[in-house]
Nanobody
Framework: QVQLVESGGGLVQAGGSLRLSCAASGGIFSTYTMSWFRQAPGKEREFVAAISRSGITTWYTDSVKGRFTMSRDNAKSTVYLQMNSLEPEDTAVYYC??????????????????WGQGTQVTVSS
């Protein structure tokens, strides 16, 4: 089971940018499909983005398309989420997740077996 540690969250004004990182250890990183989910207060956890094992293919929820970019560096066992043009609605705890044997484009949290502790992102208006 891979262990995941997120970093890079913080407080930013609307329109600003943040870059989240998720470092993995304890597994063969390149065999995992990686994803980002988020959970706002009082809401269910929702899919944000995912990236294939090779990093060639990415998937995004509609609300972040064109603003967020997910990438990975398999040599560093790290994934990133570059978040631009942030909006107050993006305020949430962001979680990194890993899964194996996932067919492309899965947005279900049940498909991802390893989770980080989360990092808070707060966007002020």
């Amino acid at each position: 089971q891979v262990q995941l540690v997120e970093s890079g969250g913080g407080l930013v004004q609307a329109g600003g940018s943040l870059r989240l990182s998720c470092a993995a250890s304890g597994g063969i990183f390149s065999t995992y499909t990686m994803s980002w989910f988020r959970q706002a207060p009082g809401k269910e956890r929702e899919f944000v983005a995912a990236i294939s094992r090779s990093g060639i293919t990415t998937w995004y929820t509609d609300s972040v398309k064109g603003r967020f970019t997910m990438s990975r560096d398999n040599a560093k066992s790290t994934v990133y989420l570059q978040m631009n043009s942030l909006e107050p609605e993006d305020t949430a705890v962001y979680y990194c997740a890993a899964g194996r044997g996932i067919s492309g484009g899965s947005k279900s949290s049940r498909d991802f077996s390893s989770w980080g502790q989360g990092t808070q992102v707060t966007v002020s208006s």
